[in-house]
């Protein structure tokens, strides 16, 4: 019961996430396995992008251009995999990897350098990754290696599980091997820290600005994920940006992570993911007006962010 009440927010998602599934089942009765890796790959350039705000907003800022980064990584990558489908292509992911990273500790390094809001300087960056991508491919095209598409697309057989979708496994997997070894180092501890308060951070010792370059970095690496996942899953580069970065943000606070910094972790947030997805899922199985769906999504995320709020400001959250 302790664990429960410390983990109230998660689980209370979780418990809303099996809900939807519920919904969701009465409303198109053949859902089932198909449906859920179809939900998986559509959620996982949502997903990844969200991981990449949360670590952003956990270490006290907010990162706009990961949508336009997104873009960069996938445009990227389908042009150099075009005609290269073997071996190679393993060497091109670790380069958009490495380039995610780049423009992540760009963004921080400007936002150091010049003292400018981060909302400002993200929000200028956004305008030059959108540029930069649509110099890399002016329209959706290129390629993907097929070995690599291989790891998002179709079920995989775990015994005790059935089949689960190979997507989610990609996520959890590739989230877990970047994070968790972060979040329990010295370096987590120095994002919770200028997240919860830069100047008392600043005064325990702990490098403020090499942390925030930090945070924008590995929020770059996780874009370059979904820039790699949305060309893995569709076949092609996208140079526009998708509807990644406002998606990112509602799910980073209807995931529990404090817009203030210093509070949350990612797994409320990827729940989140799959709850949004869900309810905007439901609402097109039931033929809602696309008008009256944005209406609807709009209202659940002011009702969570002031609930949110309400018990941030009570010391709950």
């Avoid at 199985?285 to 009702?303: F, R």
Wanted: glycine fraction near 14%; charge should be positive; include cysteine.
């Amino acid at each position: 019961m302790k664990a429960l009440r410390k983990h109230a927010w998660i689980t209370g998602l979780a418990v809303i996430l099996a809900a939807l599934f519920v919904a969701t089942k009465l409303i198109q009765p053949s859902f089932g396995a198909s449906g859920l890796e179809s939900l998986a790959r559509a959620a996982l350039p949502f997903a990844f992008a969200t991981v990449a705000q949360a670590v952003v907003v956990i270490a006290g800022g907010i990162d706009l251009s990961i949508a336009s980064m997104m873009a960069v990584c996938s445009v990227t990558a389908a042009v150099l995999m075009e005609g290269n489908g073997g071996a190679i292509s393993g060497g091109i992911v670790l380069l958009v990897l490495a380039m995610g990273a780049g423009m992540g500790a760009l963004n921080g390094l400007l936002i150091n350098i010049t003292r400018v809001p981060d909302i400002v300087v993200t929000l200028a960056m956004l305008f030059v990754w959108e540029g930069v991508a649509l110099l890399i491919l002016n329209a959706p095209g290129g390629d993907a290696a097929d070995w690599l598409r291989g790891f998002i697309i179709g079920g995989l057989p775990i015994p005790g599980l059935g089949g689960v979708p190979r997507s989610l496994v990609f996520l959890l997997v590739l989230v877990a091997i970047v994070w968790l070894p972060i979040r329990r180092s010295r370096t987590g501890l120095s994002l919770y820290a200028v997240g919860s308060d830069a100047l008392a951070a600043f005064r325990s010792g702990v490098n403020v600005g090499r942390t925030r370059i930090v945070a924008y970095a590995l929020a770059g690496v996780f874009a370059a994920m979904g820039g790699l996942s949305l060309t893995l899953s569709t076949g092609i580069g996208e140079p526009i940006p998708g509807p990644y970065l406002l998606a990112s943000v509602a799910a980073v606070v209807l995931g529990g992570v404090v817009l203030g910094g210093g509070k949350g972790g990612l797994l409320g947030p990827l729940i989140a993911v799959f709850i949004l997805r869900l309810v905007r899922m439901d609402l097109t199985l039931l033929s809602v007006d696309p008008n009256v769906s944005a209406i609807i999504e709009g209202t659940i995320m002011v009702v969570v962010v002031m609930i949110g709020g309400l018990l941030a400001a009570r010391g709950k959250l």
